[in-house]
């Protein structure tokens, strides 16, 4: 934005500060001074750069304004108002997509060369002037910010009257823009500014180049607009059409100054053009009321902190109410001092950079002059606290990075699939779905890894994944790894490395959990789970397992499915875990001591069990039920040292072969004692085999 020095200087007193001194305030109030140049006509023009969310100071008066504020300087009150006869109503249907219209008839217009002051003030933007009219609609453009059109009323009518609408085009018509762009309205679904029916102008992007005024025209139609930005950017795209009209409307035009830009207009074409006007016709939402901003003084201190103020005493001083009521004066805002409180009304020009609380402190110390603060932070005591959850996620991390897992980490973000949730404004086509597991970006980056020339690589990630559970989006951190290669152990340098079995891969994930201190039981997965439904595609159908504690899922564990081993050349022996890191929280105690029990003083004595079934059977479920039929000081132990099968009848038998270890704490236990109780347990087992899988 150009700023000339001479004409600043017409609406604020600025010869006691001098330009550098008001463009040093502007620096440090947050404006940028980009190019400092000097025009012809021996003023000074400074480029002063605009932030998107001060479009209010994109003008000459919106400059004044600021420097008025920062100076606490008034503005000179120029003569340029006059009473008119206005004519306000509601928008209504005629007028759709508006916020504001205003058109006005002007008759014995007079056009002809421009006077010298005006074209002085032109001269110093580089506008080379064209006539009065033409020159004055230039003038509030650079002054006020507000772009104004004008028509020749005798080429936009026949009848003498004036109907202006504002209506989607209806009409089989090719317009031709100020710009000799040929728009055919009947291919196009835009918004037309008609008179009489006529179309007189693109809405908010140009007008027609019939209604150009010339030096015959002496009847004139003046019209200000402001419409939905929205709008008026779809129009814009869709036409392919880019004026300086069109960009000021999708950026957003400041409704607060269009009667002020309107009304001085009005008496520049009077004055200048000698036009007599009739009715002016104003059209507008109904006004919005915002509400005030309450805020404490203390409120205001301990953002802003201490000031450099030199006293005679040694405390640090705050800025007053006083001066933060002055600066809110200077602002154009309206204070009232309520129940301890400032009620601040904010301006209706800062409505949209204003809106908070912090805002407003912003504010404050922009205009008090942020160098007039102590600028270093305070020292504190206080130290900083870890959360507990980030502590348990470091603890099962440095778990994993102990028993030979490399932690890798992947975005959320992944390739589409109808699995997955999908993203409303993805960043591109690789990242349009959130993933809803982890064990997908481990078996991707291990394909990766393997295609790089480098070996299989024993990883884990934790990350968020994505849920969906009726219409509810759920959130929430998981705990995915791989484990497996081709080459895992060998007894001796002579003998063939072997893979890793089933048995060593869940020997890693016990030890995990014994170190968490966590008892875990294995068990077939349940397709109600979530867990299981997002994962089970990777999984070997028949080699994989949940894991609960108590009741509670824990997570997934198994055999990668050969078909994708296959497919993407990875090591079949590969096993892939994914863990709920919300469960894994409640059951972490990192305070929780080991519990020592005393060891019995007496001998064991074990006794071998075969048990023959036809039938599948849950050996977790039946060495339950062997410690549940004694007394669970006898049983020591229950666990299975061989599994074989046998056909009969042309029907498999699966056999197990279970080892009970019995000891007291008491006593010596003898032979016939274990006897009868070992027989008693056999015989229950038959029984619960019978009932149970009815065998």
Known sequence: MNISWKWLNELIDLQQTGSEETLNKLILAGFEIENITKATNHDIIFDVKITANRSDSASIMGITREISTILKKPIRRINNQKHYNIQHNIINKQFIHCHSFLYTHFHTIKVQSSPKWLKSKLESYKITSINNVTDIISLIKLKWGQHLEIFD??????????????????????????????????????????????????????????????????????????????????ISKELAIETENSLQQIKGINSFD????????????????????????YFTKPQIKYEPLLIQEKYINDILGFTLKKTNSSKAKTITKREVIEILHYLNCIVFER????????????????????????????????????????????????????????????ILRTIGLTESIHYSLVKSDKNYLKICNPLNEDYTNLRHNIINNLVNANLHNLNQGNETIEIFEIGRIFTKLNKNYIENIHIGG???????????????????????????????????????????????????????????????????????????????????????????HTYIFEFKLKNLFQLINPKRMYQFIQYSKYPYITRDITVSSINQIQVNDLIQYIKNQVDPFIIEAVFLFDYYKTKKEDKEIVNLGLRIKYRSHTNTLTNSTIDIINEEIQQNIKHYLKTTYNI
Do not use: M
């Not at 005798?154 to 090719?174: A, D, G, L, P, T």
């Not at 004139?220 to 607009?225: C, D, F, K, N, P």
């Not at 309107?262 to 009077?270: N, P, V």
């Not at 890793?500 to 966590?518: M, P, S, V, Y």
């Open 339 to 398: 129940f301890g409180h400032l009620e601040i009304y904010i301006p209706g020009y800062r409505s949209t950079s204003i809106t908070r609380k912090i805002d407003v402190i912003e504010e404050i110390g922009r205009i008090y002059g942020f160098d007039k603060f102590i600028d270093y932070v305070p020292s504190y005591n206080t130290k900083g606290k870890i959360r507990k959850e980030k502590l348990k996620i470091d603890q099962i991390r440095n």
């Open 153 to 234: 009323f005798n080429k936009i009518s026949n009848n003498n009257k004036i109907s202006i609408k504002v209506e989607y085009n209806q009409q089989n018509h090719i317009f031709v823009t100020r710009n000799d762009k040929l728009v055919n309205l009947n291919k196009h679904n835009c918004i037309i500014v008609t008179n009489n029916n006529y179309p007189i102008s693109l809405a908010g992007i140009d007008c027609s180049k019939l209604s150009n005024i010339d030096l015959n025209t002496s009847s004139i139609v003046l019209q200000a607009s402001i419409f939905n930005k929205n709008t008026i950017k779809g």
């Open 258 to 281: 269009v009667l002020n830009a309107y009304s001085e207009a009005i008496l520049l074409i009077e004055y200048l053009c000698k036009g007599t006007i009739q009715n002016i016709h």
């Open 482 to 572: 791989l484990i497996g290669s081709t080459e895992y152990y060998r007894r001796t340098w002579s003998e063939k490395p072997q893979e890793l079995t089933w048995f060593q891969a869940k020997g890693d994930i016990d030890e995990i959990f014994e170190r968490l201190q966590i008892n875990i039981q294995w068990d077939k997965p349940n397709i109600s789970h979530d867990l299981y439904n997002n994962n089970k595609t990777c999984f070997h159908p028949n080699r994989v397992a949940s894991l609960f504690s108590g009741r509670e899922l824990i997570g997934i564990f198994g055999q990668l499915d050969l078909k994708i081993s296959q497919s993407l050349s990875i090591p079949k």
